[in-house]
């Protein structure tokens, strides 16, 4: 669990996507978001308000977030300075780069004199069990994709924040970096060892009230050779009540994978849904999640439609539409 | 890799059963089993002969396997004894214990000081890539099962046999720790890190020739929650030519999972192959694997002609009836 608030550290970042992961904080948690901060020659800009350490600690902020990619694969000296200067000033450090926190022994040494803690969220911080497939209470949604990166972190995300604004119980339940640093907790699911996979998403969506629903985000597809042991975890240790399809109708092919098509939305229903109800013989195929960055408002009006007959489940995009009708569907069941 | 061959270390083992890894070795690989040692009160024989450290290292054995379980979960102050004595004699240590060998520092500093190895085989000893689906030259068979721990390991071992015996080309390719034992190598694929299970299983079975067959060892099952992302891993990146279905009759539910029925070959085939077809679209469903051992023999029969009647495949029980059909399966595809 990472403390929040957050002071939002965009370091160097040389344009705007370069912050997407303090992009992602801000716009869905931006209660976390108390401030930004930047760096000489920073090309980034949140829209937050500038804040030096010690103004952040003032307006109650509890951990710096290296919410930006770092270049060359090391962290640099410029970003070592303000980092163990956080740390002095009684701030954790949360991140998700791939050089690990823990790995720099300047950052262990001031953290373990300062009392704070460094938080890699692209490793597990949790013994997770062997799942052991009980029914739990509460509901579940789970996104399963034709491909890995067509939009399921963005869905639940949304599904999740529409649910929260109409008053209903609702959680995002993150399984990637990025989710985590989010919502200041997870599980970094492409790192944990085979066996604990499934255990992992049981224990990450509990118990819960009857008419709470967890968002779980997914991960891969199960069409991606690479990864679709984790996306199998995620379908059997989520149990999910419900699914939403997720598609991309532009890539030419699997991601990073030439020469392997994308399934139909069809196929994936119908591959996912007999292996959910492995788990969960009343999950349902409940809607349609369709990413149109890359097709014009009239273009992706006009898929949407056909997707909707074709499938006779709504089909929405929700970063053009929002995820109100997907919420519906949900209610519905 | 493990030094062959073996002096099978059975210990104070209570009783035949808790010895089957080293029965397993001494089934499977006779050539990699030089002798025995047993202590006092022993309760399990191999009828391989039995001998001291000395005999054993002037026979040529390389390496001491612990081919017995543990009790209460340590290793015991006798067992100690031996091993540190056979560390000191020159061999090398393997062990698929959940106890490591690497955890008991009087091991590793003795291992130090002889230039021996410890092996423990429940983990990963190589660094594993992502798996890229590129098609590979050779051909590839991996066993399915309705559940866990219904044959898959023993199917795959005795096609392998089989092939051997009529010299054609033929590789056993482990995926957990006994068959890590037996082979000297392999992948315990249960203890690799999620994102890298598929490629693990490319990494294991690589590029080979034309007419060569790779005989994965399953696990899991794709219809048992705690295991079926192992599974998916094992059916992408392995990306067979070839299933075998395994099932075992008389099993009431899922293995250690209450509540969970078993489903049906068909059930199994409709849901495995185009999963596999994903990763190979030429993969095809070849024979049925049936572990008949709590069948009289003519139940068993019964069973076997009403499966190969309603499934159109042929299906055998390997023990009783050898892996001779399902060797002609494969051979005509």
Redesign the interface.
Known sequence: MIKTPYLLFLGDAPDQLAAKVAQGIKDWRPQNAVGQYRMEGCGADLGLRDMDLVEAKAAGAKTLVIGVANRGGVISKEWKKVLVAALEEGFDLASGLHNLLRDEPDLVAVAEACGCALHDVRLPDAKYP????VKRTGKRCLAVGTDCSVGKMYTALAMDAEMKTRGMKSSFRATGQTGILITGNGVP???????F???AVEWLTPDNDDDHWDHIEGQGS??H?????????L???G?PDALILCHEPTREHMR??P??AL?SLEKLRD?AL??AQ??NPECEVVGVSVNTQHLSEEEANAYLAEVEARMGLPAVDPFRQGAGRLVDALAAI
């Not at 062997?130 to 497939?133: K, V």
């Not at 050779?225 to 975890?233: F, H, K, L, Q, R």
């Open positions: 062997i799942a052991n497939g699911l492409d790192a944990v060892v085979a066996d996979m499934a255990g199960l069409f050779v690479s990864y679709s042991g984790v996306t199998m975890a379908i059997h240790g149990q990073g994978l020469g392997f399934p591959t007999p292996l492995v788990a």
